[in-house]
């Protein structure tokens, strides 16, 4: 037996343009704002229940209706899981989705329209992100929704009809006291449809020491290989942005071969693409101190 959850979700355009308060609206904005909200909830629940370990089941239903100047619709949203599950957790899951939907686009609408990238770190106290030089901490779900790539594309697509003439607001109501409307204005809506990157740092550091050349490159925009001196086992791949160093490769005042030995200085943090993947580790070398050709290396480390 399952226990079922059936909430209804208002989805509401307005303005005062002629086609809207007509109840149009271009075709192709309804459909991708229906799909887009669809992916919202369905990519949410995906996450709450890798984060929760619940096992909550999402069905979406469509049900459309007008009412005086402007265009809406119902999503009928069906949750349900085993009887195992406490009833009082479910709810506490659905209510924590719903919640970490609005706070993800709250976040996407304050974040200046020159923030191309969203740079989330993790802490000790949990997720943080930066708005604008103030610190805004995230719990795992509310991390998880803004790193979601396709609740992103998503959110971006029901924004798409704010930027038609005359349709002024979009008002999600999940008619529930404890999850306020979220209301989404023609002033919100070069923040919500920029197509932002993210970069998930788990971990971050520095690099230093003496690593061997195994490969290299003369273009600024691709990586070298090197393998630590004092442990082997340990390569990098890594951009060099010394300003320096590539201005004397760039005028043939330094040549490499294989085995040739860099003194190095830089940075490196770990990163995931999406909460929930795999973490994978970036380096950038921020400073050449020198670089011994393998022919002089014997002598010169004496």
Known sequence: MELVNNQSIKIHYDGSGKRIRSHQMKASYVSASIEGLDTIYREAYKEANRIYRSKIETEILLEGGFQDGSLWWLLKLFTSESESQQSLEKRSVSHSVLNSIQYAINLLRQMDLSTTEIV??????????????????????????????????????????????GIDTLIIDHGISSCPKIKITKEDRNNLVLRRSHKHI?????????????????????????????NPSNSVTAYITDPKFLKRVSDNQEKFSKDDLLEVEGLWYK?????????????????????????DKQWKLL
């Open 120 to 165: 989330i770190k993790e802490t000790t106290e949990g997720f943080e992100i930066d708005i604008d030089g103030d610190r805004v901490l995230l719990d795992e779900l509310q991390c998880a929704i803004l790193t979601n790539p396709k609740i992103r594309l998503a959110i971006s697509d029901i924004a798409m009809p704010l930027t038609e003439d």
């Open 202 to 230: 788990v971990e971050e550091g520095e690099i230093f020491g003496f690593y061997y050349v195994e490969t290299l490159s003369y273009n600024p925009r691709s990586k070298w290989k090197l393998i630590s001196k004092d």
């Open 271 to 295: 990163e995931k693409t999406k909460l929930t993947g795999k973490a994978t580790v970036n380096y950038t070398i921020t400073k050449v101190k020198d670089h011994i050709p393998a022919e």
